[in-house]
Every structure is written in structure tokens, then in C-alpha cells.
């Protein structure tokens, strides 16, 4: 195998398992694939969430115990916008703010979201290239039964509490995949989807037309990482919305969303063996940065297999 | 006397004698009018230093020992820019920052300068009016042996260090006071120009046209405080840009560059009592709040002196 991996990302639980895959000897080249469907404008500031979580989760800034933003975080910027009636239902932490100011600044001054993310991740000196899925401005939008809610709305400010009725991708038809997204799937190794929400994670990346189709075309075996434990997302609505969306919440219903895309999952080893696809079983509950590499490397060893 | 007290000021050293001046009983309904001369852009942040140290001085907020900022303010973000290779040669605090947040978020909605200034004071409960000189762009340019500098270049990175050949305010010209301003002065009971530099920090303010001309047609009496203690500036380039102007450095130098204007000035006691003017004498050195009162006090005193 000559090409790199490439994994496509979410944000928290994504970026937990492509932060596993970064601590493997495989690294070489590695390729993030990330959801900018959750990407707004908060406060004046470009907010790229996903794209974040990979950046921290890869510069070993990631806060291991919150479970979102920088270590070593403080809020004292947010409890001066509390004093002036600002918006809090969004948590801005001192040093993640520096992120965003950034961010605001070079896209303002003409740079793309790749160009970016590029910079930071040099500054940080992490050593693989993270991608936006689209430099274009795609909205996940939650149909509820409270109405639209944009994603930010409905995940963060409402915790998910209204039902979920579907989900669009407002934008994504004039969107085109990012520079290097679609090399980086017709040249790939190994191609991971990582355990992010299927739905409001890896779906958003699958809506840019063109990447969809590179993955279809992609050379490279591709494989899925269950976000289930026992029928159960770890952390995020997954099982929730599955519910919502009238599934059972079974790994097979993982296996028929990918149907088309995926060549083998890897789920958890207490779960039922998947019958229709490729499958390998570990404990897929990233607790530490063992875990995190012990889910990517049976993702890759999976890959090996399919492969031979 | 049934107006209000008005004091024009720049930053630090002026919002001191404006914390003086709230703490006395004459302050009821007390008008600041705010040199923004040194406003700039920064990081994509709309930001006034010198609105910002008078709103700080009487939120009751302003660092006592640093003299800038607020107190109990933390630099989170500005290590975080730093990694990120961003521009660490103007400090912003965490707590700082959310006023400039706030201040760029207002304003790119469509408040002026004044609404934001205003909602701000109300959020921190100052009973006072703050007002900007102009909601027009005005930005101080210093002439100095190494060319032109924006305020805030001169100030801050290069602190003070190249001579001053000459100062302009650029955009002064298409500026229109902001509202308030002139009534305030037309309808004061007394107008005190605080210790402020009177060529960055009260000239910006003068140069508004519709200004000076207020501040000569005022009925109340206009008391200037200077600056200068023994001929030296306690803090800032005043006393350095007079040599470089040519002047002396006295108190009668102060008294020439405000002719016209003021009716008396307030000296440092061990100073000689300019001759050709009203004048009370104090320990104008403002160390702590009885200091800035006493000040305050002895301008309202000499006003009342010559009012009578």
C-alpha cells in the first residue's frame, strides 16, 4: 500500500479515534477528511468545530477530561460576556478563542478554510493534513418538531432535547469537496470513517457532490467504525436520533446507512458480528490514547485483511 | 450651577481624574467625552483604549498596578496567539477582550460607537455619560524622524521611541461630534480638560470640528489639569514630545497650547503658579481614590472660584 489513510471525521469521538491513528506507525501522510456542517458565525468569530477538535485531538491539546476544547482552558472571557448580556449558551474558552480570532482574521483577509487550517496545523506542528470537507459554507440543519434549529441550536443550546425529523444540508448542492479530498480518496491506502454521528457527522461530508462518489470510486478498502456500544452511541444523540429516525439501533443499521461505501466495520467485541460485511471486534470505547490506537490499528488491520 | 459636570479625557492618566470626579457628590448626571483618536483595528477587534480605560475606571475595574486593563485579567489568549504566530506586540487580556467582542459585534450590526459605549456602561451600572468624541473614524497619526505611525504603533510597539516631528488626525476633518457632545458642553455647569497629553489624547477631541467651538461658547468655566509634575509627564511622552516640539515643558507652555479655551488650570503644588492665568495648586500625582478626588475637588473648586 502505497497511498496514505484517509480518515473522515466528525468532531469529539471522530477526533478521538484519528488522534489513535495518528499515534500509529502508519501516520505517514495521514489524511482528515472533517465535517464543516457544524461551521458558524458566533459572537463575529468563524467557529469551525470539528475542524478544531481534530486540531487539538492531533496537537495533543485536546482536554482529556471535559471531553471537548483545550486543555489547561479558562473562562474568563466568558464570564466578562456574561457581565455585558452577551450570548452563553456557547462556551468560547480563553484559548480557544485565539483559534477563532485567527480563523475570523485570515478568512476575512481572503484565505480559504484549507489555507487555514494548514497554517494552524503547521504552527502546531502536526504533522498530517487536515481538510475541511468544502471551503464553501454548508449548514447542518436539524428538522425538529420545534421547527429548524441550525446544528449548534439544536446540539449545544438545546442538548438535542427536540425530536429529530431529518436532516439537510443547507448548501451542500453548490458545494465542491475541498482541494485535495478527492486525490487524497482516489489515492488513499486505507480509507476510515471514523465513529462520528452518522447522520450529523460523516452524512454532511457525503452531501459535497463529488465525495460521495470518490468514495465509490476509491481504490482503497474502506471501513466504517461503529459509534455503538450495545445499541448505544457513547456520548451524542446517535442512538437517539436512530430511534427518531425509526431504526432499531443496531450495528446492521450502521452497515445499511454505509451501504455502497464501506467494504468492513469494526464494532464493539460484545456486540453481534455483523452478517452481511467484512467486520473485526475490539473494545471500541476510547478511554486513553491505548484505546484510541487499538480501535485505528484493528481498523487498519481490518483494511489489511479485505485488502489481500 | 444646575448642569452637569463635563470632562474631556483620553485614557489612563485622564480616566484617573475621571474616577476622582464619579466619587464626588458633584457627579450627577457627569458627561466624559473620549478621545478615540487612538481607536484602531486590531485582529479583526474594534477596539478604543481610551473609551475602554474610562468605562474600566468607573466600573470600578481598572488595574491599579499594571495602570492599563482590567483587573484580575488573565493572558490566555494572548499565549494561545502567540503559538499561533500571531501579532503579540498589542496585549489583549481575556477579560479585555470580550469588550471588544461585544464592541466589533455591535457595530458591525449597525450601532454606533456611542449606542455600544452606552449599553456597556449600563450593563456595568455606571451612572455617568460616556460619550466618543465622534462616531466617525478619526485615527491620530504621528510624524516622527521614521515617518507616519498610527497611534497605537507609536504607543505601543514602539513606545514613544521615534521623535515626534508633528501630529494629524486623520478623517478629524469629515467628523461630526457625536450626539450629546455639543449639548453637554453648551448646557455644563463645569467643564474640566483632564492631565490627559494634550497633544495625542485632548487635541483628537479638539480637532472634531463643532468641538472647540462648543468649549468657546460654553457659559461654564473650562479648567484644564496638566499633565506635567516638575516639567515631567508622571506617565506617557507628554513632557518628551514638548522637547521634541520645541517647548519648555512648563506649565505655561500648557497654558499657551489651551488658549482660548481655559479659564483656569489646576498645577502640582511645588510647581511655580503660571502667571497669567486663574490657577489652584494640589498634589496632582493620583496614587489611589482620594488622590483622584482631591484632584477632581480642586478643579471644581477653582471653577466655582471663578464662576462666582
Redesign the interface.
Known amino acids: 500500500m502505497s497511498g496514505a489513510l484517509v480518515v473522515l471525521s466528525g468532531g469529539v469521538g471522530g477526533a478521538k479515534l484519528v488522534e489513535g491513528a495518528y499515534a500509529l506507525s502508519e501516520r505517514a501522510g495521514m489524511v482528515v477528511i472533517v465535517n464543516t456542517g457544524d461551521d458558524f458565525c458566533h ?3 468563524q467557529i469551525s468545530p470539528d475542524i478544531d477538535s481534530v486540531l487539538y485531538a492531533l496537537a495533543g491539546y485536546s482536554d482529556r477530561e471535559r471531553g471537548w476544547g483545550r486543555q ?3 473562562w ?2 466568558m ?3 456574561r ?4 450570548p452563553t449558551w456557547f462556551n468560547l ?7 477563532h ?2 480563523r ?2 485570515g478568512m ?1 483577509d481572503g484565505q480559504s478554510l484549507s489555507e487555514v487550517t494548514s ?2 496545523a503547521n ?2 506542528a502536526i504533522n498530517a493534513q487536515i481538510l475541511p470537507m468544502t471551503n464553501e459554507p454548508v449548514a447542518t440543519i436539524i428538522e425538529t418538531n420545534e421547527g429548524p434549529l441550525p446544528f449548534q441550536r439544536y446540539f449545544v443550546e438545546r442538548q438535542c432535547a427536540p425530536a429529530l425529523q431529518g436532516v439537510h444540508f443547507q448548501g451542500s448542492s453548490d458545494a465542491s469537496p475541498a482541494p485535495g479530498v478527492v486525490a487524497a480518496l482516489a489515492g488513499a491506502a486505507t480509507i476510515i470513517i471514523a465513529p462520528s454521528n452518522p447522520f450529523l457527522s460523516v452524512d454532511p461530508i457525503l452531501a459535497v457532490p463529488g465525495i460521495r462518489e470518490a468514495l465509490e470510486a476509491a481504490k482503497a478498502p474502506v471501513i466504517a467504525i461503529s459509534p455503538l456500544i450495545g445499541g448505544q452511541s457513547i456520548k451524542g444523540p446517535t442512538s437517539k436520533i436512530m430511534a427518531e429516525l425509526g431504526m432499531a439501533g443496531s450495528n446492521d443499521d450502521i452497515v445499511a446507512h454505509y451501504a455502497g461505501l464501506i467494504d468492513g466495520i469494526v464494532t464493539h467485541i460484545s456486540d453481534p458480528v455483523p452478517p452481511t460485511i467484512e467486520s473485526a471486534q475490539t473494545d471500541t470505547l476510547m478511554q486513553n490514547s491505548h484505546d484510541k490506537s487499538r480501535v485505528a490499528q484493528c481498523a487498519l488491520d481490518l483494511a489489511r485483511r479485505i485488502t489481500r
Open positions: 459572537l463575529g468569530l489547561g482552558e479558562s474568563q472571557f464570564q466578562a460576556i457581565e455585558l448580556g452577551g474558552g480563553d484559548l480557544d478563542l485565539a483559534t480570532v485567527m475570523t482574521l476575512r497554517r494552524m504552527a502546531w
